[in-house]
C-alpha cells in the first residue's frame, strides 16, 4: 500500500484567515487524490477529486471557491480552506488510491481545523 | 444516486462475544472494501473483495460478498478491546473515477 502522510496534524486559526493542507504520498505517485471531511463520529464526505495537472472535480454541494485543491505534483496535494469560518472545523482527511482495478485507498493521518 | 447502507451505527458488546456489521448496495458492485478508523485515527484499509460470494478471512475476522454483490459482512468473532472502533464498508461501482460509496459506519465498544 501507499504511505500517505498530512501537514499540519492540527491548526486552529481565526474567522477569515485561510489554512492550507499538505497530503503527500511517500511511496506512490498518484496522479489521483481524495479530500474528505469528517464530523464527530460521522461517516467520511468526500469533498473533492484532486488530479495532477488538471482541475479538481468537486462534489455535488463543495464549494469550489471556498476549497481550493491543488495537485502540484505525483506526490503532493494541497487543499486550502479559504476565508475559515467556524462551521468549516473539521477533520479533514486524503487518501491516495492505488492503481490497478482495485482502488483500495490508504489514508494519510488527518487534519483536524478548529475555526474560532 | 447510489447507496450504501451499513448496520448497525453502534454495537456494544462483552468482551470475548462476536460482532457483526452489514453493509447493502443499492446497485451491483465490482467489488467492496472494509476499513477500520480507531478513536482519533484515520481508516486503515482491511480488505477488499470482488468475487460473487467470496469469503475471506483475517484471524478472527471474517468477510463474505454476496451472491449478488449487492450486499457484505464483517464478522468478529470473540471480539477483543482492540476490535474497538469504527467499521466501514466502501463499494467500489468500477466506475472509472476510482470514488468509492462509503457505508455510514458501525462503531464497536467492547466492554473488558
Known amino acids: 500500500g501507499a504511505v500517505v502522510s498530512q501537514h499540519p496534524s492540527w491548526v486552529i486559526c481565526k474567522s477569515g484567515t485561510s489554512v492550507k493542507i499538505e497530503c503527500r504520498s511517500l511511496?506512490?505517485?498518484?496522479?489521483?487524490m481524495f479530500w474528505y471531511r469528517q464530523f464527530p463520529k460521522q461517516s467520511l464526505m468526500l469533498m473533492a477529486t484532486s488530479n495532477e495537472g488538471s482541475k479538481a472535480t468537486y462534489e455535488q454541494g463543495v464549494e469550489k471557491d471556498k476549497f481550493l485543491i491543488n495537485h502540484a505534483s505525483l506526490t503532493l496535494s494541497t487543499l486550502t480552506v479559504t476565508s475559515a469560518h467556524p462551521e468549516d472545523s473539521s477533520f479533514y482527511i486524503c487518501s491516495v488510491p492505488t492503481s490497478g482495478r482495485r482502488y483500495e485507498q490508504y489514508f494519510g493521518p488527518g487534519t483536524r481545523l478548529t475555526v474560532t | 444516486g447510489q447507496q450504501v447502507m451499513q448496520i448497525p451505527q453502534y454495537q456494544h458488546v462483552q468482551e470475548g462475544e462476536d460482532f457483526t456489521t452489514y453493509c447493502n448496495s443499492s446497485?451491483?458492485?465490482?467489488?467492496i472494501q472494509w476499513y477500520k478508523q480507531r478513536p482519533g485515527g484515520h481508516p486503515v484499509f482491511l480488505i477488499q473483495l470482488v468475487k460473487s460470494g467470496e469469503v475471506k478471512k483475517q484471524k478472527r475476522l471474517t468477510f463474505q460478498f454476496g451472491e449478488a454483490k449487492k450486499n457484505s459482512s464483517l464478522h468478529i468473532t470473540a471480539t477483543q478491546t482492540t476490535d474497538v472502533g469504527t467499521y466501514f464498508c466502501a463499494g467500489d461501482n468500477a466506475g472509472n473515477n476510482r470514488k468509492l460509496i462509503w457505508g455510514l459506519g458501525t462503531s464497536l465498544a467492547v466492554n473488558p
Open positions: 511511496d506512490f505517485q498518484a496522479t489521483t
Open positions: 446497485t451491483t458492485l465490482s467489488n
